[in-house]
Every structure is written in structure tokens, then in C-alpha cells.
């Protein structure tokens, strides 16, 4: 073992010998900090964080991780978090993902995809696919063995997260190299975005590049809810933050702080479309085809014959992943009706009845008269999984109430 100085552990006053019992004792514990949709308005994942636990007192990682790599110790540590990570997390009853750190300089002295990890995850009785693994790769020295680990882990069920995007020229290889499913995009770029037009382009840039292979994205670090707002105008998936939440050691209840910002932010966002909208505006004839032709056919018929409809419709034009219809207040008055050929991805389910969508720019681009036809980018249907289009335009019935007409295309 590499000799290790009192004084480099000196702050807080955690010794070498306080670490080593910690590590030695497994007295580890796992907070979780929670990762919610602004969309849906729920937690989607929890990410486990382990701490040491010296008599009462909390060991930062950075020490325990410290003190593993001079002792060449980073594996052993490694696994016991991850350990605990799942052992608590199968106790929990708030989140289906847990998002666990993967230290990947390891694999520098293991062979990759040796198993371990889904093994711990059977010994908990947790499904591969409700877990992600973290990785931040910049510490493997071999990039075939980062390689040849998220392939076996991939192909095993897990989710693939690339942790600490930020900015530079090596991100769009990381990006590319790992092809991951979930991009967790750095607090550094995340802070203070709504005034820094340096930072607006890095977190444009990563969007495009993760709706272009299919990632969710999560803002990680939001602390402000001008940061959250401004990161949602700009396409992100998903958030983690103190704004919301700071980890929690026991069983987690989504709390009644979390649920008020959640409502608040998607209240100021509301308002923000209204007066900035960023609706994206692709006129193209195609599109406008499909849902012109669509709003046609719904404007005479009775509201109990619009499922009806909609499948005939659906059935005659391929393209077409799913549709549905929305009231002029923004809650679902249809089935989302599916082509039958529709591949919905795990953890992943269509919006159902009665679901409301006030906060959805295709919803807002029509009602507030911004662009109607609306037609999105490509982003990731939180349908499906899958990247789809929005098109949105709108009706009236025979009350004069405002029908908004929903339709997904699917990306060939």
C-alpha cells in the first residue's frame, strides 16, 4: 500500500486510520437524490450516493475514494457501494431506476463485463433494466475495455448514462464512442444558464447531439428555477438538483417542497412560453398534409366516435406513430390511439385519458395562437422511448370549444 500522510487528510479532521476502519467495517450508507420529470411531474430515477459513517459521523466520499486509490484499494470500495447502493434502493418504493456510479478506472486491473455487477443486482432482485449505470470515462486508460463493459452490460438490460458532460472538443467524441442512453449534463454548464450565452450554445449543442441518437438528457445541479426554466425552453429531458431536492438517507417520500417547485417551475415555464415561445417552426407541406387532412376528417363527428376515427386514420398512414386529442383547458379527451406496429420501449407507457398537457409546447403553440400547425423536432417520445415529431393544429366543435388535434410521427 502507498504511504499515506496524516496531513492530507487532515480537513474535517478525517485520519487514514478513521477511513480504513470505515472501509474495513463496511459502515456505509446511501442517501439518494431524486431525478424528476417536469413533464409528468414525478420522480423518474434515484441516484445513489455512498457516504461513510464513523460513530455517528458522515465520511465524505472523496475521502473514502481518496484514500482508496493511494492503497490501491478503488475495486474493493467500489463494489461495497455499490452494494449498499442496491440493497437500500430495493427498499424503495418511490422511484422505478436506480442511477448508480460506475468507477471506471477500475477496469484498468479487471476484465470488463466480468459479471459482478449483475450479480449484485440479482442477489437484490432488481430487473438490469431498472438500473443505470453511470460512467464517466475519462479515466480509463484502454478504450476497448470501456467498450467491451458497456457492450456486455447493454446487452444484459442496463441503462447507460455519460455522466459530467460539459464543454470541449473531446465531448462529442465521448458522446459518440459510448452511444449513450441517458447524457447527465454538467452542473458547470447547468449553472447560472439563463445569463450565459457561452453555456445556452454548449447545452444546445448536447441536446441536438442526444435527440440525434436517441438519449434522454438530465440537467444535473438545477439550484435556481431561471435554471430550470431556461434548461426546459432548451429541450432537457429530465432534472436533479438541490432546487428540488438534496439527498435523503431514509426511505424518500416525494415531499411536499418537491411537488410546490415542481408546480412552480412548470407555472413560470408556462408563462415564459407565452412570452418567449421557442415552438419550433419547420414548415414543410408534408407535415401539414398529414394533420390538416386529420383535423378534416374529427370536425363534424361526434366526441364519441374520435378513437374510432383516429385508428382509421392511423391505419392509413405508416408514418404516423400515435395520435390523440386535447381540450382547450389541456386534458386528454382520447385514448393516445397507437399503430398497432408501435414498439414501446421499457418504462415507457402512452399518456391515457384525462392527462393534462398545459405545459407541453405543442399544446401551448395552439392555444395561444403561436403557430398552428406546431411541428417539434425530433425528441424522445415519453410514449414510446423512441424518437418521434409532434404536429399539433386544432378544431372546433359544435359547442365552439377548442379541439387540439395531437399526431407523432415516427423517425425512419
Given at each position: 500500500?502507498?504511504?499515506?500522510?496524516?496531513?492530507?487528510?487532515?480537513?474535517?479532521?478525517?485520519?487514514?486510520?478513521?477511513?480504513r476502519?470505515?472501509i474495513?467495517?463496511?459502515?456505509i450508507?446511501?442517501?439518494?437524490?431524486?431525478?424528476f420529470?417536469?413533464?409528468?411531474?414525478?420522480i423518474?430515477?434515484?441516484?445513489?450516493?455512498?457516504?461513510?459513517?464513523?460513530?455517528?459521523?458522515?465520511?465524505?466520499?472523496?475521502?473514502l475514494?481518496?484514500?482508496?486509490?493511494?492503497?490501491?484499494?478503488?475495486?474493493?470500495v467500489?463494489?461495497?457501494?455499490?452494494?449498499?447502493a442496491m440493497c437500500?434502493?430495493?427498499?424503495?418504493?418511490s422511484?422505478?431506476?436506480?442511477y448508480?456510479?460506475?468507477?471506471?478506472?477500475?477496469?484498468n486491473?479487471?476484465?470488463?463485463?466480468?459479471?459482478?455487477?449483475?450479480?449484485?443486482?440479482?442477489?437484490n432482485n432488481?430487473?438490469?433494466?431498472?438500473?443505470?449505470?453511470?460512467?464517466?470515462?475519462?479515466?480509463v486508460?484502454?478504450?476497448?475495455?470501456?467498450?467491451m463493459?458497456?457492450?456486455?452490460?447493454?446487452s444484459k438490460?442496463?441503462?447507460?448514462?455519460?455522466?459530467?458532460?460539459?464543454?470541449?472538443?473531446?465531448?462529442q467524441n465521448?458522446?459518440?464512442?459510448i452511444?449513450?442512453?441517458?447524457?447527465?449534463?454538467?452542473?458547470?454548464?447547468?449553472s447560472?444558464?439563463?445569463s450565459?450565452?457561452?453555456?445556452?450554445?454548449?447545452?444546445?449543442?448536447?441536446?441536438?447531439?442526444?435527440?440525434?441518437?436517441?438519449?434522454?438528457?438530465?440537467?444535473?445541479g438545477?439550484?435556481t428555477?431561471?435554471?430550470?426554466i431556461?434548461?426546459?425552453?432548451?429541450?432537457?429531458?429530465?432534472?436533479q438538483?438541490?432546487?428540488f431536492?438534496k439527498p435523503?438517507?431514509f426511505?424518500?417520500?416525494?415531499?411536499?417542497?418537491?411537488?410546490l417547485k415542481?408546480?412552480?417551475a412548470?407555472?413560470?415555464?408556462?408563462?415564459?412560453?407565452k412570452?418567449?415561445?421557442?415552438?419550433?417552426n419547420?414548415k414543410?407541406?408534408?407535415?401539414?398534409?398529414?394533420?390538416?387532412?386529420?383535423?378534416?376528417?374529427?370536425?363534424?363527428?361526434?366526441?364519441?366516435?374520435y378513437n374510432?376515427a383516429?385508428?382509421?386514420?392511423?391505419?392509413e398512414?405508416?408514418?404516423?406513430?400515435?395520435a390523440?386529442?386535447?381540450?382547450?383547458?389541456?386534458?386528454?379527451?382520447?385514448?393516445?390511439?397507437?399503430?398497432p406496429?408501435?414498439?414501446?420501449?421499457?418504462?415507457y407507457?402512452?399518456?391515457?385519458?384525462?392527462v393534462?398537457?398545459?405545459?407541453?409546447?405543442?399544446?401551448?403553440a395552439i392555444?395561444?395562437?403561436?403557430?398552428?400547425?406546431?411541428?417539434?423536432?425530433?425528441?424522445?417520445?415519453?410514449?414510446?422511448?423512441k424518437?418521434?415529431?409532434t404536429?399539433s393544429?386544432h378544431?372546433?366543435?359544435?359547442n365552439?370549444?377548442?379541439i387540439?388535434?395531437?399526431v407523432?410521427?415516427?423517425?425512419r
Open positions: 500500500s502507498a504511504h499515506l500522510s496524516s496531513q492530507e487528510f487532515y480537513f474535517m479532521n478525517i485520519t487514514p486510520d478513521i477511513v476502519e470505515v474495513d467495517n463496511k459502515d450508507f446511501v442517501e439518494f437524490q431524486p431525478i420529470s417536469l413533464n409528468t411531474k414525478k423518474v430515477g434515484l441516484e445513489a450516493l455512498a457516504r461513510g459513517d464513523y460513530h455517528g459521523e458522515t465520511v465524505s466520499p472523496y475521502f475514494f481518496n484514500y482508496a486509490e493511494k492503497t490501491d484499494s478503488v475495486l474493493k467500489d463494489r461495497l457501494c455499490r452494494e449498499k437500500a434502493f430495493k427498499k424503495e418504493k422511484a422505478p431506476t436506480l448508480v456510479n460506475f468507477e471506471t478506472s477500475v477496469l486491473n479487471v476484465i470488463p463485463g466480468n459479471g459482478e455487477i449483475l450479480r449484485t443486482a440479482s442477489e432488481i430487473p438490469p433494466e431498472n438500473i443505470v449505470l453511470e460512467l464517466n470515462e475519462s479515466n486508460k484502454d478504450t476497448y475495455d470501456l467498450l463493459f458497456v457492450d456486455y452490460y447493454r438490460g442496463f441503462l447507460i448514462a455519460l455522466d459530467n458532460v460539459g464543454s470541449g472538443l473531446e465531448v465521448r458522446i459518440m464512442l452511444n449513450p442512453d441517458i447524457i447527465k449534463i454538467d452542473r458547470a454548464i447547468v447560472n444558464i439563463e450565459n450565452t457561452y453555456n445556452q450554445e454548449v447545452f444546445k449543442s448536447i441536446i441536438n447531439t442526444a435527440k440525434n441518437i436517441g438519449a434522454l438528457t438530465v440537467a444535473e438545477v439550484e428555477v431561471d435554471e430550470v431556461t434548461c426546459m425552453l432548451m429541450g432537457v429531458d429530465y432534472f438538483g438541490f432546487y431536492s435523503e438517507q426511505n424518500y417520500l416525494f415531499s411536499n417542497e418537491a411537488r415542481l408546480e412552480d412548470a407555472l413560470k415555464l408556462n408563462l415564459s412560453m412570452k418567449n415561445p421557442t415552438v419550433v419547420v414543410i407541406e408534408t407535415y401539414k398534409r398529414i394533420i390538416y387532412d386529420l383535423v378534416n376528417s374529427l370536425t363534424d363527428i361526434a366526441p364519441e366516435k374510432l383516429l385508428n382509421k386514420y392511423i391505419s398512414h405508416n408514418e404516423i406513430e400515435c390523440f386529442l386535447i381540450d382547450q383547458k389541456g386534458f386528454q379527451i382520447t385514448d393516445t390511439v397507437m399503430s406496429d408501435t414498439e414501446i420501449l421499457a418504462g407507457q402512452p399518456a391515457i385519458y384525462g393534462n398537457h398545459d405545459i407541453k409546447n405543442y399544446f401551448y392555444k395561444e395562437q403561436i403557430e398552428d400547425p406546431f411541428i417539434s423536432g425530433w425528441y424522445i417520445s415519453s410514449a414510446t422511448g424518437s418521434c415529431k404536429i393544429s378544431f372546433y366543435n359544435k365552439g370549444e377548442m387540439i388535434v395531437c407523432d410521427l415516427k423517425k
